[in-house]
C-alpha cells in the first residue's frame, strides 16, 4: 500500500488554489480527471473564477452549480488526464479516525496538516446535515480542500473553523450535490432573529428577487423550517413574512426553480 | 490490505470506541455541555469549574438518553465535582498504572448531546510530583497535555492509547495548556466528597510572607490575621515570625500547606515563632477553611 508520504503528495495533487484574480481565495479539489473541481460556494463567490492545480497551470474556470446552504459549489476547467480525488465512505467515519487536511492556508500551496476525528454530527445554525469535526489546524484558505482519512480517500471538503475545531461537509453531502444538483434556493442572505428571519440581500435573478420580497423583510420560522420547505420539492412556497411596523403578518408566494446540474 | 497509518487510524477509533462507553455529557451551564466520566457504578466526576448550576442538572449517556443527576459535592480547589445518577453506566474504566512519562500518547474523550463521543489526540507534555494548582487543593501529579481542550471536553477522560484512564481533563487550572487531573487525586476527592459533600482544608486564618532571618534561616512573618482565627485564639500577633509548624521547618507558605495536608482540621500542631527575636512556643488548633460562596 501506500505510505504517508505517497499519500500527502497525492493529495496534494488533487488540492487546486482557488482565487478571484489575484486575491487570495481558498481550496479545491479535482473531482475528474476531466476537469470537474469541487469547492465551497463560499469560495466560488464568482460566475467565473482563477483555478491553478499543484503544476502550476492556470485557468480560467465557470462556476456551474452552488449549494450555498451545504456550501459547496462545482467549477470545470478546460484539462484532461488530471489526477482525480477517490471519495471515501464518510458515513462509517468514527471519532478518532486519523485524518488529513490539504489545502492553501494564508496562501501556502500545498500545506497538510493532521490530526483526528474529533466527532460527527449536528452544529448550531448550520442546517439540520450532519458535519466532520476534526481535531486538525486550519486556517483560512484551508476552504475548500480535502479532509481524507489514513487511506487518502476524501471524506469531507472542509469548510469552517469553529472554536478552533475544523468543520468539513462530509463527503456523502458532495456526492448527493454532484448527483441531484443544488436544490432549490430562495437566493437570499438571512440573519436570525429573535422574531424570524431577516433578509440582509437578495441575488439579482434569484427567486427570492422575482417575488414581492424586499431587504428587511422579516421570513416568520426557523432556518431549517425554511430549509425542509425548500427541499419539500414544491415549486411555489408560501411564506410568511413582517415588514415594516410589524404588527401585520404578510404573505408572498414565491416560485423556486427545479434543482440545477452539479456537474 | 491497510497500511500503517489506517492500522493506527483504526486503533485510536477503537480505543475512543471503548473508552466513550463511559464518558456522558454534563448540562450544568448555559451554552456549552461539558463531559464526565463514570467513575464508579452510579458516580459521576467532572470538572468542577463547568458546574454553574446546583439544580437541574442532567447528564447524557453513552446510549443518547438525558437523565436527571444531582450533585454529590464540589471541590473547587482540585477542580473535581461529583454527580450522582440513577443509571448506573457501563463499567468503569480501567486505570493507568501510575503517571504517564513525557511524550507518552493521550486522547481526551468527551460527549455531547448532538455528535456523541469526540475525541482529540496529543501527546503527555510534562509531568511532576505533587502540585498545588491556584485554585488551593493539590493534585498528587501535574500532568500537562499538549493537546487541544476545547469547551465541552473539560471533565472528560484523559486515557492512554491502551484506552486506561489517566485522569480527567481541565481547562481551568492552568494558562498555558491542558492538565489531567490525575486518577489517584479523583480517587480520594470521590471518597471525601460523598462522605463529606465537600473537602475539608486545614485552616489558621493567617497571612504570612517569607522572611529571611539574619541567620541564614528562613521564616513567615505574619502580616494578617483573621480575627476570631485558629491562630489568633492561640494567641497569634502581628509580627509574629513562624519558623517551623509541627517541628517542620517552614521556609515559604507552600511549607505550611505541606503541614495542615498531614495534621487535617481538629488536630492541634505546635508552632515555634519569633516574637521580638525571642523564641515562643504556641499550640494552635487547626480549624477549617471558611468556603467560598
Known amino acids: ?263 | 490490505m491497510a497500511n500503517e497509518l489506517a492500522a493506527l487510524s483504526n486503533a485510536l477509533a477503537a480505543v475512543v470506541e471503548g473508552a466513550g462507553q463511559a464518558v456522558v455529557a454534563v448540562h450544568a451551564r448555559p451554552r456549552f455541555s461539558s463531559s464526565g466520566v463514570f467513575w464508579r457504578p452510579g458516580i459521576i466526576v467532572t470538572a468542577e469549574h463547568t458546574i454553574r448550576r446546583e439544580e437541574e442538572i442532567t447528564v447524557t449517556l453513552p446510549g443518547g438518553s438525558t437523565v436527571p443527576a444531582t450533585l454529590a459535592g464540589r471541590d473547587a480547589g482540585t477542580d473535581i465535582a461529583v454527580l450522582r445518577v440513577e443509571a448506573s453506566g457501563a463499567a468503569p474504566l480501567p486505570k493507568s498504572s501510575g503517571a504517564p512519562a513525557p511524550g507518552n500518547l493521550a486522547l481526551a474523550i468527551g460527549r455531547s448531546q448532538d455528535s456523541g463521543t469526540n475525541a482529540t489526540l496529543g501527546i503527555v507534555s510534562a509531568v511532576s510530583g505533587s502540585w498545588q494548582t491556584w485554585r488551593g487543593g493539590r493534585l498528587d501529579h501535574y500532568i500537562r497535555l499538549d493537546l487541544t481542550v476545547y469547551p465541552g471536553s473539560s471533565g472528560g477522560a484523559v486515557i492512554n492509547v491502551e484506552g486506561q484512564v489517566i485522569g480527567i481533563a481541565s481547562s481551568a487550572l492552568s494558562r498555558i495548556a491542558g492538565v489531567a487531573i490525575p486518577s489517584v487525586t479523583i480517587d480520594r476527592i470521590v471518597e471525601e466528597l460523598l462522605a463529606r459533600g465537600h473537602v475539608a482544608r486545614g485552616y489558621l486564618g493567617l497571612g504570612l510572607q517569607p522572611v529571611d532571618l539574619p541567620d541564614h534561616r528562613k521564616g513567615l512573618i505574619v502580616v494578617s490575621l483573621e480575627p476570631e482565627g485558629p491562630a489568633a485564639k492561640a494567641g497569634v500577633l502581628l509580627g509574629d515570625i513562624f519558623l517551623s509548624l509541627a517541628d517542620q521547618a517552614v521556609a515559604d507558605t507552600d511549607d505550611l500547606r505541606g503541614v495542615l495536608e498531614s495534621h487535617g482540621v481538629g488536630a492541634t500542631v505546635e508552632a515555634a515563632v519569633l516574637r521580638g527575636g525571642n523564641p515562643n512556643k504556641l499550640p494552635i488548633l487547626v480549624g477549617q477553611r471558611p468556603r467560598r460562596g
Not at chain 1, 83 to 111: K, M, Q, T, W
Not at chain 1, 144 to 160: D, F, H, S
Not at chain 1, 231 to 238: G, N, T
Request: aromatic letters at 4%; zero cysteines; glycine letters at 14%.
Open chain 1, 1 to 263: 500500500m501506500h505510505s504517508f508520504g505517497e499519500i500527502g503528495e497525492r493529495l496534494r495533487r488533487l488540492t487546486a488554489q482557488i482565487s478571484i484574480g489575484d486575491r487570495g481565495g481558498g481550496s479545491g479539489i479535482v473531482w475528474n480527471a476531466d476537469g470537474l473541481i469541487l469547492t465551497n460556494a463560499h469560495v466560488a463567490q464568482r460566475a467565473e473564477m482563477q483555478v491553478e492545480l499543484w503544476d502550476g497551470r492556470r485557468f480560467r474556470a465557470p462556476v456551474l452549480a452552488r449549494d450555498p446552504r451545504r456550501d459547496l459549489a462545482t467549477l470545470r476547467i478546460p484539462a484532461t488526464g488530471l489526477d482525480a480525488a477517490s471519495p471515501g465512505d464518510s458515513s462509517a467515519l468514527r471519532a478518532g479516525e486519523v485524518v488529513i487536511a490539504v489545502g492553501n492556508p494564508l496562501g501556502f500551496a500545498g500545506a497538510l496538516s493532521t490530526g483526528i476525528v474529533h466527532s460527527i454530527g449536528r452544529l448550531p445554525g448550520m442546517g439540520r446535515q450532519k458535519w466532520i469535526r476534526a481535531d486538525v489546524r486550519l486556517a483560512p484558505g484551508n476552504s475548500g480542500g480535502p479532509l481524507a482519512n489514513a487511506q487518502g480517500l476524501v471524506v469531507g471538503i472542509n469548510t469552517a473553523i469553529v472554536n478552533g475545531l475544523g468543520v468539513a461537509a462530509p463527503v456523502s453531502s458532495a456526492l448527493d450535490f454532484l448527483q441531484n444538483g443544488g436544490p432549490p434556493a430562495l437566493g437570499v442572505t438571512l440573519r436570525p432573529l429573535r422574531q424570524g428571519l431577516m433578509i440582509l440581500d437578495l441575488d439579482p435573478g434569484g427567486a427570492a428577487a422575482a417575488s414581492s420580497l424586499r431587504a428587511g423583510d422579516v421570513l416568520l420560522g426557523s432556518f431549517d423550517e425554511l430549509s425542509d420547505a425548500l427541499d419539500s420539492a414544491q415549486e411555489v412556497l408560501r411564506l410568511q413574512f413582517l415588514r415594516g411596523d410589524r404588527d401585520q403578518v404578510r404573505e408572498v408566494f414565491v416560485r423556486v426553480r427545479p434543482r440545477a446540474e452539479a456537474a
